[in-house]
Nanobody
């Protein structure tokens, strides 16, 4: 059974930083494309960042480019999202997601497994 468990969320002020972590188990993490998505209240879930299995390729939503960094540690089966210069509009529930194949993807429909999410709240 595949499990993805997010951690590291919380309440911060605008301009602060947070690092989200996602612990993966139950699938071959090292061969899986991974992604972060987020959903704000009353809005649809949106793409944040994605990384290929070997971390060769990464892609970001325009709204977070230059502020967020996605990374992974295949030996530890961990996915990370370093978030710097946080803004109130970054407030959302953040989800870790995994694919069954190596490639990265910005499409939520292409992901096979999802975590339960972690709340990030940025106050102004």
């Amino acid at each position: 059974q595949v499990q993805l468990v997010e951690s590291g969320g919380g309440l911060v002020q605008a301009g602060d930083s947070l690092r989200l972590s996602c612990a993966a188990s139950g699938h071959t993490f090292s061969s899986a494309g991974m992604g972060w998505f987020r959903q704000a209240p009353g809005k649809e879930r949106e793409f944040v960042a994605t990384i290929s299995s070997g971390a060769v390729s990464t892609y970001y939503a325009d709204s977070v480019k230059g502020r967020f960094t996605i990374s992974r540690d295949n030996a530890k089966e961990m996915l990370y999202l370093q978030m710097n210069n946080l803004k109130p509009e970054d407030t959302a529930t953040y989800y870790c997601a995994a694919r069954k194949i190596y490639a990265s993807s910005w499409k939520s429909s292409s992901y096979d497994y999802w975590g339960l999410g972690i709340q990030v709240t940025v106050s102004s």
